[in-house]
């Protein structure tokens, strides 16, 4: 009998988080956006030389993958994530801990929860300084059963 009330309270569980996967207020197209403009900030190298003084195209535009103070690439991103709603906010940084291993799919309310208690104006520059920032927002699509392999075959 125990049994029995386990299980159905474990399947009652899990169809409640799926009703909640459901609900995630932003968009797979913006979280794919996300996860390419991250891929190309940590493709960054250390700056080899801070000021050169040539033109980039003398240089074999070698500048463009360096990790400048003014680099396009954040302050798009930054720009981007900082125009989001709070609760796209939320639940970007919900599927980085997603995707970081730190719990599971059938765990996403409570995620979520936690990333809304933890939320503040930081967003943006909170995500930036996660290394692997993309892979962790890929893996979290992923456990929810979303990808972005349509919007990655549609970019490149």
Not at 125 to 148: A, I, K, N, Q, V
Request: proline share 4%; aromatic share 6%.
């Amino acid at each position: 009998m125990t049994r029995v009330i386990h299980m159905r309270t474990t399947a009652r569980r899990l169809e409640t988080s799926a009703e909640d996967m459901e609900t995630l207020t932003i968009s797979r197209e913006k979280i794919c956006f996300i996860i390419i403009k991250a891929r190309e900030f940590d493709a960054k190298d250390s700056v080899t030389e801070p000021d050169p003084g040539s033109n980039p195209s003398d240089d074999g535009n070698a500048a463009i993958l360096e990790d400048h103070d003014d680099d396009p690439v954040v302050e798009e991103l930054t720009s981007f994530v900082n125009s989001l709603s709070e609760d796209e906010q939320i639940d970007l940084v919900a599927l980085t801990w997603l995707g970081r291993d730190d719990y599971t799919a059938t765990d996403w309310p409570e995620v979520r929860a936690e990333a809304a208690r933890a939320h503040n104006k930081r967003t943006a520059e909170y995500l930036l300084g996660t290394p692997l920032l993309g892979d962790f927002l890929e893996e979290g699509l992923s456990l929810l059963g979303r990808s972005c392999e349509e919007f990655e075959i549609d970019r490149l």
